[in-house]
């Protein structure tokens, strides 16, 4: 027999409310979930009957006999697009199902437009949620997917008008082989945005091949997990990138932390630029004919093999990204601390940085014992409350004791000697190798630094400054690279930072912008 759209019942049972009291109206603008076993479909629809019917007939929509129903009383077509899309994002990341949404028709690159009470609803995400962790269809928790590198750089975000308009900028960039970079500051999401850039590249031209290579040491592993978990027909064109040395089978390159590509004459300046006449890695991609995109930060340069990112930049099209999504103070905090380094010019600007956790500790032990505190509240499987600090702080005696370590825990750290003696807290740096993800594998008792920390969200951060900056007659005496590695110690917390100052001078300055200019 033929089906028809009456057989589709909505039974009452599998009909999920985000408010209490809420009267289901299959007319009303739904959020939907078809699941089998080990496959799960996410959509929305103002039609819920003739959706089912529809997928009824797709063969592989057929297979999924389980059907949800997501309702709010409020339900409307942005809220559903909201719902829909927090859905699909931790479904991807914590990788209990196939989730069939992410194919290679996925072009569509939300917008995440506001709307009336969005942030107010955003707290019944949490109760949808739940609603299906308790009837064992998801397993961790709210928290535990948040902190989850597939998640965070999940390509099914929202995008902010400022960033769609960047992505579709690169896109034509690429389909008419041009030069172009991007500029933005920390936490404006160009990790994500070049992840989406090179999907959209790929989904509207399949006969292309997108390369993407980041200039910070490591970061290529991040690029690799979240590509690993895309349609294998979108990913087998995209090459992820240790090093420059082979660029063949490339048609476009895309570059993250362009600020960190390197000069030939350079204490780590890889073997293809110390044998050829090129000056540094952009001459050397230019020399093998390839056009690139390039995404930086000028204020991230601090090395000084990091190559003049500006002198490139200004013969072509320059895309500034505004918003920063990685802390919870909104951009406020992230220009309080451009202002506090004198990054830019001072103004008299007051600032209000919310809930964010932002406060000067007397001591290193205190605010040690703040990160440990923020751990313990932070006690997911994969928590990432960490104490930084300038590489200038201390010595790294302990480098012995990570030779072949391959994970931190092979490491007895009860009978290593130490390089931090915070009171009665011993600490030693960071592991060596692994500086893409020392954040996911380390201990509590290992310190940052600027290099493990570039380019990774922490939950709360503790910084130690060391005696290499100073504030005298009005002026912060540090040399620029000094500078920019505290900036990016400063601007990695997503709900706050705790920082230690020895020096006096520069600590007492700190103390009198906060007293006086954040509301």
Same mark, same amino acid.
């Given at each position: ?67 949800? @129903? ?406 912060? @005496? ?42």
């Amino acid at each position: 027999m033929k089906e028809k759209i009456e057989d589709f019942k909505i039974f009452e049972e599998n009909v999920f409310f985000s408010e209490e009291n809420t009267n289901f109206n299959k007319d009303w603008p739904l959020v939907y979930i078809l699941k089998n076993k080990k496959e799960m479909y996410i959509g929305q629809t103002g039609n819920i009957l003739l959706r089912l019917f529809n997928h009824a007939k797709n063969n592989e929509k057929a297979n999924l006999k389980e059907k949800y @129903i997501i309702a709010h009383k409020y339900a409307n077509k942005s809220l559903s697009y909201l719902i829909e899309s927090d859905l699909i994002n931790r479904a991807f990341a914590e990788g209990k199902y196939k989730i069939l949404n992410i194919k290679m028709q996925s072009n569509v690159v939300l917008f995440g437009h506001d709307f009336y009470k969005k942030d107010e609803y955003r707290k019944d995400l949490v109760k949808i949620w739940n609603n299906f962790r308790k009837i064992g269809i998801f397993k961790k928790t709210y928290e535990e997917i948040e902190n989850k590198e597939l998640f965070k750089y999940s390509p099914w975000k929202e995008f902010d008008e400022n960033q769609v308009y960047v992505i579709n900028e690169i896109n034509k960039n690429i389909i008419n082989k041009t030069n172009c970079f991007v500029q933005g500051g920390a936490g404006t999401g160009k990790t994500l945005l070049i992840i989406r850039t090179a999907m959209n590249a790929v989904i509207k031209n399949n006969d292309i091949n997108i390369g993407i290579y980041s200039a910070k040491h490591g970061n290529h592993l991040t690029f690799s997990r979240i590509f690993k978990n895309i349609d294998i027909k979108i990913r087998k064109h995209i090459k992820v990138l240790k090093n420059l040395n082979n660029l063949n089978d490339i048609d476009y390159l895309i570059i993250d932390e362009g600020q960190r590509l390197r000069k030939k004459y350079s204490f780590s300046a890889p073997w293809y630029l110390k044998e050829t006449e090129v000056e540094n890695e952009i001459e050397w991609i230019e020399k093998n004919k390839l056009k690139y995109s390039i995404f930086f930060d000028p204020y991230q340069a601090f090395n000084k093999n990091d190559m003049n990112i500006y002198k490139y930049s200004k013969d072509y099209d320059v895309y500034d990204l505004f918003a920063q999504y990685r802390m919870d103070s909104g951009d406020e905090y992230l220009n309080f601390i451009k202002e506090f380094l004198q990054i830019i010019p001072e103004t008299n600007k007051k600032f209000n940085f919310g809930n964010y956790d932002f406060k000067i500790f007397d001591t290193e032990e205190d605010l040690y014992k703040k990160v440990l505190d923020m751990e313990k509240i932070d006690s997911t499987n994969n928590s990432k409350s960490r104490l930084l600090s300038s590489l200038k702080y201390t010595k790294w005696i302990t480098e012995k004791n990570f030779t072949n370590k391959k994970n931190s825990k092979d490491i007895d750290y009860d009978n290593i000697t130490t390089d931090f003696k915070l009171g009665k807290y011993k600490l030693v740096w960071n592991k060596k190798a692994n500086y893409n993800d020392w954040l996911e594998k380390s201990h509590i008792s290992e310190v940052g630094c600027v290099h493990t920390a570039q380019g990774r969200d922490f939950n709360y951060v503790g910084v130690l400054f060391a005696d290499d900056i100073d504030y005298i007659d009005g002026k912060v @005496i540090a040399n620029k690279e000094t500078i920019y590695s505290y900036y990016i110690l400063l601007t990695r917390g997503i709900m706050g930072h705790g920082i230690y100052i020895p020096n006096k001078n520069l600590k007492n300055r700190l103390q009198k912008m906060i007293n006086e200019r954040i509301q």
